[in-house]
């Protein structure tokens, strides 16, 4: 038991229905209940009661009462039946002010339907002590508590606590206002379990029905929810990015080093991690960690470096990021994936020479493909609505989030710098799932590309530019035509980099591409039929472009196509190395490109299609 909120709880009922009796005959006080005249305030040592006052408050009435009464140095008892307020429909407040301040509070809402009698009769000045009070209580003080009449308990606990013994526990989460540690001290001396958690204003516990009333009762308890099991959501955001497009050809990221730079990263895919904090590489945040398991949800076999450069408050420096970035060039990952930024007050083109935004910029220019989150600030992080640094930095890919729907996140940040766009691209972030947390957030949406990535780099080797255009031309645009602030150019779709998006881009083309499935030795043909919508002739040439690993393949054709008719351009290939290669295709009209076009075809090693069939994009 909680030995302290017992003794407040029986004295609190002692008080209460003492003075109940003492008022039963006061003319008008059943209108609204006998009981709602009484308001008892536990005592805490902390107030100065020799410089306090009690004030009564109701629609445009106020009155004070400047010698409280005390119960026992315990409680302190208002009987607002002898103040000069007129009762009427509203909100009545009765406020206890020590040294000017207001230390604690209560209020009654007056309904409309009640009728209301302005109460009279003598105050209650002589108040018996505890002990002289207790023969005159009722037989109703000894009423068991009840966790089904308890309002600070919510949904589904009242049906969890059913049938249960007062000694069984049932898991909650407490939402509290004051000091959590002494919240805290008491639950464990009750002898119910606490869980960590980060949030200052929540307790999570296992609590035993015998202690919801002590809970209840403290006055910073707000309220008492079930702690409910979760389930691995994942899935539903890595389809929402079409992952399974490149897991069906075999790939999921094997072999690929991403560093995640965070809070540190517990998952069984780390192969090495330091500390840059001080602290040690355990991630006492879970924010990495959460990182990280969005990371392998899409690419499985990635090997992580985690770089722990935030401290266990989820914070850190920028000169802590530029050792990680160092560190993880220095083990020569692929790919770099960074869900934090920080803010400025300078212009961000001021900061395209910063220490942090040079040293993204060099581990790009050195081979590494990075992945950087644009910020949470669209909505403000106090005066700052830009893209936070280094996702500034114009050769990363920097990611802003999207919800299920793909609608851009209203947190999500974007702007135009230095005459490019920020984001690049969008990937899911809002209410995404794990087994054990929730959250939303750019942080979120950057392992999903990040994740992407490794998929791409699996089977060959692509300079990080490459890899860019082309997760920003397989995208499927979903803002303004082309690139914009608020999705950049478009959702990631790693199906669009292999042939056809899975989603329709809503973009007017007047060409459709045929891209068949390609074996070592065997000829295949590549189509485009081009329709001429407009009323006279048109001449419109197709370059395509098929980059081997030992070769650059390349067409040219040039048709003049009557008004109102389609043309038919084919290109066809034998080609020699398996695996993945690129396609570039110009469709240009009088030398100006109308149309360009990057896809990523697959070479089989024999003769067994992978695909299932010719996949076409309908534009």
Same mark, same amino acid.
């Given at each position: 038991?909680?030995?302290?909120?017992?003794?407040?709880?029986?004295?609190?009922?002692?008080?209460?229905?003492?003075?109940?009796?003492?008022?039963?005959?006061?003319p008008?006080?059943?209108?609204?209940?006998?009981?709602?005249?009484?308001?008892?305030?536990?005592?805490?040592?902390?107030?100065?009661?020799?410089?306090?006052?009690?004030?009564?408050?109701?629609?445009? *009435?106020?009155?004070?009462?400047?010698?409280?009464?005390?119960?026992?140095?315990?409680?302190?008892?208002?009987?607002?039946?002898?103040?000069?307020?007129?009762?009427?429909?509203?909100?009545?407040?009765?406020?206890?002010?020590?040294?000017?301040?207001?230390?604690?509070?209560?209020?009654?809402?007056?309904?409309?339907?009640v009728?209301?009698?302005?109460?009279?009769?003598?105050?209650?000045?002589? @108040?018996?002590?505890?002990?002289?009070?207790?023969?005159?209580?009722?037989?109703?003080?000894t009423?068991?508590?009840?966790?089904?009449?308890?309002?600070?308990?919510?949904?589904?606990?009242?049906?969890?606590?059913k049938g249960?013994?007062?000694?069984?526990?049932?898991?909650?989460?407490?939402?509290?206002?004051? &000091?959590? &540690?002494?919240?805290?001290?008491?639950?464990?001396?009750?002898?119910?379990?606490?869980?960590?958690?980060?949030?200052?204003?929540?307790?999570?516990?296992?609590?035993?029905?015998? /202690?919801?009333?002590?809970?209840?009762?403290?006055d910073?308890v707000?309220?008492?929810?079930?702690?409910?099991?979760?389930?691995?959501?994942?899935?539903?955001?890595?389809?929402?990015?079409?992952?399974d497009?490149?897991?069906?050809?075999?790939?999921?990221?094997?072999?690929?080093?991403?560093?995640?730079?965070?809070?540190?990263?517990?998952?069984?895919n780390?192969?090495?991690?330091?500390?840059?904090?001080?602290?040690?590489?355990?991630?006492?945040?879970?924010?990495?960690?959460?990182?990280?398991?969005?990371?392998?949800?899409?690419?499985?076999?990635? *090997?992580?470096y985690?770089?722990?450069?935030?401290?266990?408050?989820?914070?850190? *420096?920028l000169?802590?990021?530029?050792?990680?970035?160092?560190?993880?060039?220095?083990?020569?990952?692929?790919?770099?994936?960074l869900?934090?930024?920080?803010?400025?007050?300078?212009?961000?083109?001021?900061?395209?020479?910063?220490?942090?935004?040079?040293k993204?910029e060099?581990?790009?220019?050195?081979?590494?493909?990075v992945?950087?989150?644009?910020?949470?600030?669209?909505?403000?992080?106090?005066?700052?609505?830009?893209?936070?640094?280094?996702?500034?930095?114009?050769?990363?890919?920097?990611?802003?989030?999207?919800?299920?729907?793909?609608?851009?996140?209203?947190?999500?940040?974007?702007?135009?710098?230095?005459?490019?766009?920020?984001?690049?691209?969008?990937?899911?972030?809002?209410?995404?799932?794990?087994?054990?947390?929730?959250?939303?957030?750019?942080?979120?949406?950057?392992?999903?590309?990040?994740?992407?990535?490794?998929?791409?780099?699996?089977?060959?080797?692509?300079?990080p530019?490459?890899?860019? /255009?082309?997760?920003?031309?397989?995208?499927?645009?979903?803002?303004?035509?082309?690139?914009?602030?608020?999705?950049?150019?478009?959702?990631? /779709?790693?199906?669009?980099?292999?042939?056809?998006?899975?989603?329709?881009?809503?973009?007017?083309?007047?060409y459709?591409?045929? @891209?068949?499935s390609?074996?070592?030795?065997?000829?295949?043909?590549?189509? @485009?039929?081009?329709?001429?919508?407009?009323s006279?002739?048109?001449?419109?040439a197709?370059?395509?472009?098929?980059?081997?690993?030992?070769?650059?393949?390349? %067409?040219?054709?040039?048709?003049?196509?009557?008004?109102?008719?389609?043309?038919?351009?084919?290109?066809?290939?034998?080609?020699?190395?398996?695996?993945?290669?690129?396609? %570039?295709?110009?469709?240009s009209?009088?030398?100006?490109?109308?149309?360009?076009?990057?896809r990523?075809?697959?070479?089989?090693?024999?003769?067994?299609?992978?695909?299932?069939?010719?996949?076409?994009?309908?534009?």
């Open positions: 038991m909680i030995k302290k909120a017992y003794v407040k709880y029986f004295l609190t009922i002692l008080s209460l229905f003492f003075l109940l009796s003492l008022n039963e005959n006061i008008g006080s059943r209108a609204l209940g006998a009981e709602e005249y009484i308001f008892t305030f536990p005592v805490d040592e902390t107030w100065n009661l020799s410089n306090s006052i009690v004030r009564i408050s109701l629609n445009q *009435q106020m009155q004070d009462f400047a010698s409280p009464s005390l119960l026992s140095d315990t409680f302190l008892v208002v009987d607002i039946s002898q103040s000069n307020i007129t009762f009427e429909p509203g909100t009545l407040y009765v406020d206890v002010i020590a040294d000017d301040s207001i230390v604690a509070s209560r209020s009654l809402v007056i309904p409309e339907s009728p209301v009698e302005e109460p009279s009769g003598d105050f209650v000045t002589d @108040i018996q002590p505890v002990e002289d009070a207790i023969e005159n209580i009722s037989e109703l003080a009423e068991p508590y009840s966790i089904d009449k308890d309002p600070k308990v919510k949904g589904s606990i009242k049906e969890l606590a249960k013994d007062k000694k069984e526990t049932v898991p909650v989460l407490i939402t509290i206002r004051g &000091n959590k &540690n002494e919240i805290e001290q008491n639950i464990l001396s009750s002898g119910s379990a606490l869980w960590e958690t980060s949030d200052s204003n929540i307790i999570a516990a296992e609590l035993e029905i015998e /202690d919801f009333y002590n809970i209840s009762l403290d910073d707000l309220e008492v929810w079930p702690d409910r099991k979760t389930q691995v959501f994942l899935n539903e955001s890595v389809y929402q990015i079409h992952a497009s490149l897991w069906n050809i075999g790939l999921n990221g094997s072999g690929i080093k991403v560093a995640i730079l965070d809070t540190g990263v517990e998952n069984p780390v192969v090495a991690e330091t500390d840059f904090t001080g602290t040690s590489v355990d991630d006492r945040n879970g924010h990495g960690s959460f990182v990280a398991t969005v990371l392998t949800s899409v690419a499985p076999g990635v *090997q992580i985690s770089g722990k450069v935030l401290d266990d408050s989820g914070s850190g *420096q000169s802590w990021l530029i050792n990680g970035i160092e560190w993880a060039m220095a083990n020569n990952v692929d790919v770099i994936s869900s934090l930024g920080a803010i400025y007050t300078e212009n961000p083109e001021e900061l395209l020479s910063a220490p942090e935004v040079l993204v060099e581990a790009i220019a050195n081979g590494i493909t992945v950087i989150a644009s910020g949470n600030c669209r909505g403000g992080c106090g005066s700052f609505y830009g893209v936070t640094t280094p996702g500034i930095a114009e050769h990363a890919i920097t990611v802003g989030a999207v919800d299920d729907a793909n609608t851009v996140a209203s947190f999500s940040s974007g702007d135009v710098i230095n005459g490019y766009i920020k984001p690049d691209l969008v990937a899911p972030g809002v209410g995404i799932c794990s087994e054990s947390l929730c959250s939303s957030g750019t942080s979120i949406s950057t392992p999903h590309v990040a994740g992407g990535v490794a998929l791409l780099l699996q089977n060959t080797s692509m300079p530019a490459l890899v860019k /255009d082309l997760l920003e031309n397989g995208a499927v645009d979903l803002g303004d035509a082309e690139e914009d602030v608020y999705y950049g150019s478009g959702i990631l /779709d790693l199906s669009g980099i292999f042939g056809a998006p899975a989603v329709s881009v809503e973009k007017p083309r007047n459709t591409l045929s @891209i068949p390609l074996s070592v030795g065997q000829e295949s043909e590549f189509v @485009i039929v081009f329709n001429n919508t407009e006279e002739n048109r001449k419109i197709v370059q395509w472009d098929f980059e081997e690993f030992d070769a650059d393949l390349s %067409h040219h054709v040039k048709n003049t196509i009557p008004a109102k008719k389609t043309k038919q351009y084919t290109y066809t290939v034998t080609p020699s190395v398996p695996g993945l290669h690129m396609l %570039h295709i110009d469709i009209e009088d030398g100006t490109v109308l149309y360009h076009i990057d990523v075809v697959m070479v089989n090693d024999d003769y067994t299609d992978r695909f299932t069939g010719v996949q076409v994009q309908y534009g």
